[in-house]
């Protein structure tokens, strides 16, 4: 056993003892939350000693990661997760591999999942990634378009919209990344009341390592984690 998976086990019993913390003050259940352990900064022996861990939920940002350690890590029961730009040319490839993409930002992206999807027989679950900030240099869709955007996404039939994905617009900012994700929170809240959804949007993915506390507090239901878990870990 290399020495590096105890440190490892140790990361992540600590982060699970903040998470269920951060539930028990938000007045809410651990279980409702799943961690996916971001695995883009380490190689895939390290995202294998996370499952072998019992971390099973795994996300990568580039879909070229979740081919490689997806074929590394096939002996273990990973569900992947694509949480960063997906390029229409790589759904192909990416599509059987993956449980959840958190990352839908365009409407062509989605159509060509729903297409893709169709061709082996899947329904995919997808989130849609809003760009809360409206910062042009992130991807997402803006608040206003979202709308519109789940009222076409419900006339497609191969892909299950399941809820939102954002990131907090700056970095260490706690209250500014509470206020996004309270944002995200009640985007969400007025797009059910609004419209006839065909999609039910419960899944809120939102919280990092430095704000996923604060992402609890305001209705995460999935956190995406990296530094946390690999200090001490990488060099
Ligand atoms: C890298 C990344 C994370 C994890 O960030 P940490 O701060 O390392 O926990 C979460 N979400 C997305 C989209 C990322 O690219």
Known sequence: MADFTARLAGNLADLRRRIERAAQRADRSAH?????????YVGSPVAAALAEAGCLDLGESRPQEVWKKSENLS???????????????????????VHLIHSIDSLR????????????????????????SGDASKHGFSPGEMAQCVQ???????????????MASREGDLASARNDFRQLRQLR???????????????LSMGMS??????????????????????????
């Open 32 to 40: 409702e939350i799943t961690l996916v352990a971001v695995t883009k």
């Open 75 to 97: 002996t273990l029961s990973v569900r992947w997760h694509l949480i960063g730009h997906l390029q229409r040319n790589k759904v192909h490839r990416t599509l059987p591999l």
């Open 109 to 132: 992206l989605l159509e060509e999942i729903d297409r893709e999807s169709a061709l082996i027989h899947r329904r995919m679950p997808v989130l849609l990634e809003v760009n809360i």
């Open 152 to 166: 076409a996404a419900g006339n497609l039939k191969n892909v299950q919209v399941r809820g939102l994905m954002a």
């Open 189 to 203: 809240d007025q797009l059910h009341q609004q419209h006839e959804l065909q999609v039910s949007l419960e899944e």
């Open 210 to 235: 430095g704000d996923f506390e604060v992402a609890i507090e305001e209705g995460a239901t999935i956190l995406r984690i990296g530094s946390v878990l690999f200090e001490g870990v990488i060099p």
